[in-house]
């Protein structure tokens, strides 16, 4: 019976959402760690927005070297892609192909011309703003087995401690980016010194989504005062697993778990949002680096800290905790927190 | 330490079911003049006589020459016993000639019995006892036709991995050795009980024995698929009807126990016309009788994974058997600790039930009806952290999958030279899903019937006719993001993707009819052309099979020579989401498989043999994501088995298996290899009876690494907060480690009058070989390792027969 060879497919996603949280590997440095150039996330003032309404877009980008010889800057590709082929983000990477048609110039007028420092033709900063093209929606193909028409809009944000430059990409495969950032001998930087990222921006005719709202972090079962953040004795222990342990939870009311409309139970009926904060540090460690906060069936979940461990070296850092819901909605807070 | 504890009663009791002659073993036993005769006993008031009763027997080979000839006959033999219940002396009485004799007097020596008992004590005795060998109609056909009496039921659950070899049925001092067919296809490879059982690593599962045959790939952790010349593609039947899935969640175990199989039927390729609707392989498990001596016999079972109870025996007066069984895992006492540690908190108790239930009945007039009640569920519920990579993969997670089916076997012997065979079956399959915000449910009820004319058309030909259809009512819904292709770079998290939403309330109808002749025009000779019909509803297609295959003696031996080819034509329709609007796409045909086999075996001495078969699999009309039938792929390769037969010491076997699997997504894309493209399978199985209940065994296996894209650097998604890693094209350009690893098995039984008693310790991956089963990359790609294996594994069990 072909109906059920499919069964245990999914049954590896379980199974890998098990392998995931059971078996990851003690020998990476964690993601929570920041250490290096890194985009962490962003926050779009209208996550489902409608057609010619500006948007502007938040990014919360760190450089968490030590000692950096060149610092990090933020670009933006001047203009958004708008409604790539099936939605993929990479669909829009031929538009900057050099060879692409034999244009001279790319999205927002960038030339495309390989070794070039694009950066005086890009937008820089931690923010972006575009207006969201009119028909976007209209133009947008149909997906069967959605409940409503949208458009996409697709921001690219690179921050490099360099300058961009358009570089030829491998023809067979449509993931590789068609920009790096390179030093001053146009050499691409190493992975730790700049991060791309993109940032979807949806359109719909009648939904909206609010980002959520983290009301406070609370450390120790109180809430964290700014902007006296979190001050820890150093931790003296032969190790830093075991380094004393506090509990460190975000809290986000329950006004924040919206209904999702786009997530609808076997009857029809549409379940709520996803919840879920993702922690950041430049100094100590985490024991989850992230927790599920609102499940789209369960609701609120009732355990939700996780628990932070200060550093060994005494000195200040930078404590970040991330709220993302399951619809591009986004919040963040940081965190000083002092090591004596 | 997994302790694996089981009590195993009666399961291989054909020796406690022998219902021998009374008068003829009171009259054998009275002479005087036989040893140990009771000379001081009065002889005008004999005490009463209890005949001896077998306790171990050895279903005697099928001779080769009959069995090619086409030949049948019945050997007398008269066993002459000792007061210990062992064979003194074999003479026959009615010759059969045609290598009859010697394979039944081989087979009557190796007979132990519990000694004839007079006034209390054990006595020597001489009795008759008769073995006849015929050849069966139906090849799958496990019953014994007329007019050899009607089976003991309890017989040994012969399992093998191909069709029937030697089994046995007892009655009134009689053994009917029901020989294979001649082999229909151009490979076939068969397993015993025993060597099932016993066989180190498997824990005495049936299916996961199959994993040591050539051409049969190494199994990753956590997969539910038999890799099987490169391919994963099979289909499970019992006794004709089709399951959903072989194995329980994880792999762990299959849905069928070991103790209610008869054999399994295993065709990597090639396979008859008989079925339809597959390009990969076919397994077909058969279904034991129960047990018809008058007695109840009964099984209890209590290991680390799961917890068994079985029972079986005649309904009183009604000339029917029944069987029925039922098992419970106790997967939640490891996953528990194993997931401690994490995040991850399990929030039901994951587990899986399996239960069986037969009643049967043989009638006079040559038919036998079986009803057979089956079904399985598994269970798993869990709250998983943010998994840091991939948010979906949070939250609530829960998966329930649940099927029964009652089947209806009917067999009827209409003359010496045709039968018919008729199975019907239906069920209900059930299965919810659900991980994050993603869910799919899905409720079938699968109706279907197979039936099957076999005649004998002449000496030298035989016609198989047939007809097969499955009904398939099924609803589901789906909230799922679309899916993948392999190797397509992932858009992005599910959790901030598009989540698409499918509703279906469909049914399928599938047909088939097939016809195939058995020929032997010349000696030696064997050419079983067919061709089988089948229409697809979902695809709207009709597709025609032509199958041959051709066996040829070239020396006739002893030692036998044999060389052999196949070719034929396989179809299979799409998965059923493929075909789904939403998730699939329209205008699809079925996939198709040209499959051509050639081979030599080799008989080097009456117990040893060596197989060489070459295998090539053309590929085309593979559905694709996104582009409709345009997959392609070429599967090719060498499996070569030196194997010593079973005997009453020994059985093992040397294999090794060369391999080629790729797939090509359209005709403009690159060629990559299969995601379970396992260059080399070496596999190594041995296991010796030391004696006073010793045996011992063990399997190492080496086999190359499964192919895998790599990954490096790619770009964060900012809706999400994760990294997504530049995924490597063509994809599986890279591969994993080589794997290798030793699992033994010592076993011990005590044998006390009317039970047995077996220990036994089964240790898998013996030298705690890390096994490379993936790369882990770190969160942006830029460092891997690798994730292990199982670790060392000992199983520790006891068990109980009567």
Redesign the interface.
């Known amino acids: 019976m072909r109906l059920a060879r499919a069964v245990w497919g999914f049954a590896t996603g379980v199974a890998a959402a098990v392998a995931t949280s059971a078996c990851s590997s003690d020998n990476f440095a964690s993601a929570a760690k920041v250490d290096s150039v890194r985009l962490l996330a962003s926050q779009v003032d209208l996550p489902f927005a409608r057609e010619g309404e500006t948007v502007t877009i938040r990014v919360l980008a760190v450089d968490g070297r030590a000692s950096p010889i060149v610092p990090m800057a933020i670009y933006w590709m001047p203009a958004p892609c708008v409604d790539p082929s099936g939605d993929d983000y990479f669909a829009c990477f031929a538009a900057y192909d050099p060879s692409s048609n034999g244009a001279r110039s790319g999205p927002g007028g960038i030339p495309l011309t390989a070794g070039l420092d694009l950066t005086p033709f890009l937008a820089a900063g931690d923010s972006f703003s575009f207006a969201m093209p009119g028909g976007v929606i209209g133009s947008h193909p149909v997906v069967a087995g959605t409940r409503y028409r949208y458009g996409l809009a697709v921001a690219f944000v690179v921050a490099c401690a360099g300058h961009v430059e358009i570089v030829r990409r491998d023809p067979g495969n449509p993931q590789a980016s068609p920009i790096a950032c390179v030093n001053a001998e146009h050499v691409p930087v190493a992975p730790s010194d700049y991060a791309i990222g993109f940032v979807r921006v949806y359109a719909y005719e009648s939904l909206r989504n609010q980002n959520p709202v983290i009301d406070h972090v609370s450390y120790g079962g109180a809430a964290i005062r700014a902007p006296a953040g979190i001050t820890a004795p150093r931790c003296t222990a032969g190790s830093e697993n075991d380094c004393p342990k506090t509990d460190l939870d975000a809290v986000v009311p329950a006004s924040s778990d919206e209904m999702n409309p786009l997530d609808v139970d076997p009857s029809g009926n549409p379940r709520r949002e996803q919840i879920w904060v993702d922690y950041y540090t430049t100094g100590g460690q985490f024991g989850d680096d992230g927790r599920v906060l609102y499940d789209p069936i369960q609701g609120k979940l009732s355990s939700t800290a996780t628990s932070f461990q200060a550093s060994q070296q005494a000195g200040n850092a930078t404590l970040w905790a991330v709220v993302h819901d399951n619809r591009g909605g986004t919040d963040w807070q940081s965190v000083p927190v002092v090591t004596r | 330490m997994a302790i694996r504890v089981r009590a195993y009663v009666g399961a291989c009791c054909v020796s406690a079911l022998v219902a021998l002659s009374s008068t003829a073993a009171a009259q054998d036993s009275g002479r005087a003049d036989e040893p140990g005769a009771l000379s001081g006993s009065p002889a005008s008031t004999p005490p009463a006589i209890t005949p001896p009763a077998i306790q171990h027997e050895q279903a005697p080979d099928y001779p080769e020459e009959a069995r090619r000839l086409g030949i049948e006959g019945q050997v007398e033999l008269v066993l002459t016993i000792d007061a210990q219940g062992r064979v003194q002396d074999v003479q026959v009485s009615a010759a059969a000639g045609h290598g009859f004799d010697e394979s039944a007097v081989a087979a009557a020596r190796k007979l132990v019995f519990t000694p004839a008992l007079r006034g209390g004590g054990a006595v020597a005795s001489r009795i008759t006892y008769s073995y006849a060998f015929a050849l069966p109609v139906s090849r799958s056909e496990p019953a014994p036709a007329a007019p050899t009496p009607a089976p003991v039921g309890a017989q040994p659950a012969g399992v093998e991995a191909a069709p029937a070899a030697s089994t046995a049925a007892v009655e009134g001092g009689e053994v009917v050795v029901r020989s294979a067919s001649p082999p229909r296809e151009a490979t076939r490879r068969a397993l015993d009980q025993h060597e099932l059982t016993v066989l180190p690593g498997t824990n005495g599962d049936a299916f996961r024995g199959l994993q040591s045959l050539p051409g049969v790939g190494r199994t990753p952790f956590?997969?539910?698929?038999l890799i099987v010349r490169g391919d994963i593609n099979e289909s499970v039947y019992v006794d004709g009807t089709?399951?959903?899935?072989l194995?329980h969640?994880?792999g762990l175990s299959s849905v069928l126990p070991t103790e209610v199989l008869e054999r399994i039927d295993f065709y990597p390729g090639n396979f008859s016309t008989r079925y339809g609707?597959e390009i990969g392989a076919v397994i077909d498990a058969h279904v034991r009788s129960p047990s018809d001596d008058g007695k109840l016999h009964g099984l209890a079972q209590v290991d680390f994974i799961d917890a068994r109870v079985l029972a079986e025996g005649p309904v009183a007066r009604t000339g029917w058997t029944f069987l029925v069984a039922a098992r419970r895992s106790y997967f939640d006492l490891w996953?528990k600790p194993?997931?401690s540690?994490?995040?991850?908190a399990l929030s039901g108790a994951p587990a899986y039930y399996d239960y069986q239930a037969i009643l049967q009945r043989d009638f006079a007039a040559g038919g036998s009806l079986r009803l057979f009640f089956f079904g399985s569920r598994?269970d798993?519920s869990?709250?998983?952290?943010?998994?840091?990579?991939?948010?979906?993969?949070?939250?609530?997670?829960?998966?329930h999958?649940e099927?029964w089916r009652i089947q209806a076997l009917y067999t009827q012997k209409l003359s010496d030279a045709s039968e018919l065979r008729l199975t019907g079956s239906l069920g209900r399959?059930q299965?919810n899903?659900?991980?994050?915000?993603e869910?799919?449910?899905?409720t079938?009820y699968?109706v279907d019937y197979r039936f099957e004319y076999r005649s004998k058309l002449a000496r030298w030909l035989r016609l198989n006719v047939g007809t097969d259809s499955?009904f398939?009512p099924?609803k589901a819904?789906a909230?799922l993001p679309p899916i993948l292709r392999l190797g397509q770079?992932p858009?992005?998290p599910f959790?901030?993707?598009?989540?698409?939403?499918?509703y279906a309330d469909h049914a399928n109808l599938d047909a088939g009819a097939y016809a195939e002749l058995e020929a032997t025009p010349w000696q030696g000779a064997r050419l079983v052309p067919g061709i089988r019909v089948d229409h697809t509803s979902e695809t709207r297609e009709w597709d025609v099979s032509p199958r041959i295959t051709v066996r040829q003696d070239v020396v006739q031996g002893p030692p036998r020579t044999t060389v052999k080819a196949a070719a034929g034509l396989f179809y299979q329709?799409?998965?059923?989401?493929e075909t789904n609007?939403?998730?699939g796409q329209t205008g699809l045909v079925n996939n198709r498989a040209a499959q051509y086999d050639v081979g030599v075996e080799q008989e080097i001495t009456p117990s040893i043999e060596a197989t060489l078969d070459g295998f090539y699999k053309r590929l085309d009309r593979l559905v694709v994501v996104g582009l409709r039938n345009q997959g392609s792929g070429n599967i090719y390769g060498l499996e070569a088995l030196v194997r010593y037969k079973a005997d009453a010491r020994f059985f093992g076997w040397l294999s090794y298996t060369l391999t080629h699997s790729d797939r090509r997504d359209s005709a403009q894309g690159?060629t990559y290899a299969f995601d379970f493209d396992q260059t080399h399978i070496l596999t190594a199985v041995g296991s010796y009876r030391l004696g006073r209940g010793w045996e011992m065994g063990a399997r190492f296996r080496v086999v190359s690494g499964n192919p895998i894209t790599p990954e490096s650097?790619?770009?964060?998604?900012?809706?999400?907060?994760v990294?997504l890693a530049?995924?490597?094209?063509?994809p599986n350009s890279d591969r994993l480690p080589l794997f290798h690893q030793l699992d033994v098995r010592v076993e011990k039984t005590w044998t006390f009058p009317v039970w047995k008693l077996r220990a036994y310790l089964d240790v898998q991956n013996v030298y705690d070989y890390q096994a490379a089963e993936d790369r882990?990359y770190?969160?942006?790609a830029?460092?891997y390792?690798y994730?292990k294996g199982l670790p060392i594994l000992p199983s520790l069990g006891i068990r109980g027969e009567i």
Not at chain 2, 495 to 502: E, K, N, P, Q, S
């Open positions: 956590i997969s539910n698929n089709g399951i959903p899935y194995y969640f994880g609707q996953l194993l997931l540690g994490s995040s991850t598994d798993l869990l709250v998983a952290g943010s998994s840091g990579a991939d948010p979906t993969l949070a939250g609530a997670a829960s998966q999958v099927s399959f299965a899903r659900l991980l994050g915000g869910s799919l449910n899905e079938a699968p499955t398939l099924y819904d909230t770079p858009p992005g959790a901030t993707g598009t989540l698409l939403t499918a329709q799409p998965l059923y989401y609007p939403i998730f690159p650097d790619g770009y964060v998604d900012l809706n999400a907060g990294n530049l995924i490597g094209q063509p882990i770190d969160y942006d830029t460092k390792e994730a």
